[in-house]
Each structure stands twice: as structure tokens, then as C-alpha cells.
């Protein structure tokens, strides 16, 4: 959420539509850190050390793994992970307690189209991939988010949120999602289960975030530090209680 508000600001979390017909196998839960997803990965794969003519199949596992291993709907902290963010969130802006740290968002069965292609990318940018968020944004639609992958000397579309074709877009060597916006026909294809005011409308609005950068960095930052604020802070708080005791009430006595 905070991702696609950071490429959209008038983006409204309740105009997102869900996937109706999510893909989702319960059993992948166990991957619950981004080294594990990685080890899972490269099982499938047979190899820990991706072959450069053959980066397109490893980045295809990631795909349909990221895909399997969620389901639509945010992911956000909550007392029991993150209280000082909670309390937070709600007087800085609503939406930095929605997790953008990808080992975070792994221990969770569901997340959002951004949170999905942040774990997606981190796994690949681990592997050594060049890689780039994709947003778009419908004043009508609402928002959603995505990555591109450089491999092939070229940038390739992958949408795991979503849960487009993947035979659509394998046979034509995943296209970027420029040249997708130029063949509409390609993409009303890879999305049949949408409507075709959604694909035509909302895909042709992409923008392009930086490249070899995880969006959020702001939010990550600010999750990171409550994190580690959730679980030291009584620490500092005992020691401020026993100086005092010491400095104060002790001489009272």
C-alpha cells in the first residue's frame, strides 16, 4: 500500500480489487524467510548457480512460486509483531504499518500485488537479476503493482498478484510491459478471468520506479527501527526506571 501510494498519492486501499481466483498452496508457508523461498527456488531449479542462457527459467520458478505462496490481501503488523509501529502508523500515516520488509511479509499467508513483488524482487536481485517495480494507477480502477526482470538483454513482465497466463506470455518470451501495452490483443489474452475495461484501462498507465532499488525504503527504514524498538524497548525503559529509582527516590529515603 505504501509503495503504490508513493507512485500514486490519490491511491484509495479500498478502490484495489482483489483476485478472485487466487492460486494458493498452503503448504508453502513453510517458506516463511526470504533465504528459505531462495533454497526452494534453487531446488526447483536443480542449480544454485543460475546458467546465463538460461535466466528466463529461474525467473519464471520465482514467478509461479511468489504466486502460489500467497494469497490477495495486505499483510500488516500488528501488537504481537510490531506494537510500536501500530502506534504509530495511525498519528504518522495509516499505511507504514503494511509491511515492506520482505522477511516480514514471508510470515504471512497473504499480501498485497506490492508486497508480493517485493518479495519477488529481493529474491531475484539475491540471484543477481536487475530489477524494477512497475505501478500503475486508474483514477476509476485503482492501483496496482508489479516487477520487470532484465535478462536476454531485455526487460520482462511479471505480474505474480494478478496470476496472468503464464503459456501467454512463456511462448512470447515475456514481454516487457511496453511492448504489452502496444499489443493489447496479447494482453486481454494473458488475462482472460478480467474484465477487459480493467486490462485496457489500468495497464496502459505504467510507470517505471527505479531500477535495482526495492520501493519503500522510507516505510522499511521506519518498520525496521519499531521492530527493533518493539523488542528492546522495555530494556530501556527498565534502565530509565532504575536510574531514576537510584537518582531520586532513593535519596528520599
Request: charged letters at 20%; aromatic letters at 16%; hydrophobic letters at 35%.
Amino acid at each position: 500500500m505504501e509503495i503504490t501510494v508513493f507512485f500514486y498519492p490519490h491511491f484509495d486501499q479500498q478502490t484495489e480489487e482483489n483476485n478472485p481466483a487466487d492460486k494458493y498452496d498452503p503448504s508453502l508457508l513453510r517458506l516463511n524467510s526470504v533465504d528459505k523461498l531462495i533454497g526452494y527456488c534453487d531446488s526447483l531449479y536443480g542449480l544454485t548457480a543460475i546458467a546465463k542462457n538460461d535466466s528466463g527459467t529461474y525467473a519464471n520458478i520465482v514467478g509461479r512460486v511468489i504466486r502460489y505462496r500467497f494469497y490477495h490481501g495486505y499483510s500488516w503488523y500488528h501488537f504481537g509483531s510490531n506494537y510500536v509501529a501500530t502506534l504509530l502508523a495511525p498519528v504518522l500515516h495509516k499505511n507504514l504499518s503494511a509491511i515492506v520488509v520482505p522477511d516480514d511479509i514471508l510470515k504471512y499467508p497473504h499480501a498485497a500485488c506490492s508486497q508480493q513483488s517485493i518479495v519477488g524482487m529481493k529474491v531475484l536481485m539475491e540471484k543477481g537479476y536487475d530489477v524494477r517495480p512497475v505501478g500503475f494507477y486508474d483514477s476509476t480502477i485503482g492501483g496496482h503493482f508489479c516487477y520487470e526482470i532484465r535478462y536476454d538483454n531485455d526487460w520482462h513482465f511479471y505480474d505474480p498478484n494478478r496470476e496472468p497466463e503464464e503459456k501467454v506470455l512463456n511462448n512470447l518470451n515475456r514481454p516487457g510491459i511496453g511492448y504489452l501495452t502496444q499489443h493489447p490483443e496479447i494482453l486481454l489474452a494473458a488475462y482472460p478471468k478480467d474484465s477487459q475495461q480493467l486490462v485496457l484501462s489500468l495497464y496502459k498507465t505504467y510507470k517505471i520506479g527505479k531500477e535495482g532499488k526495492l520501493p519503500g525504503s522510507n516505510a522499511r527504514v521506519f518498520q525496521q527501527i519499531t521492530k527493533f524498538l518493539s523488542y528492546t524497548l522495555w530494556f530501556f525503559l527498565a534502565l530509565l526506571y532504575f536510574y531514576l529509582n537510584i537518582k531520586y527516590f532513593s535519596k528520599k529515603e
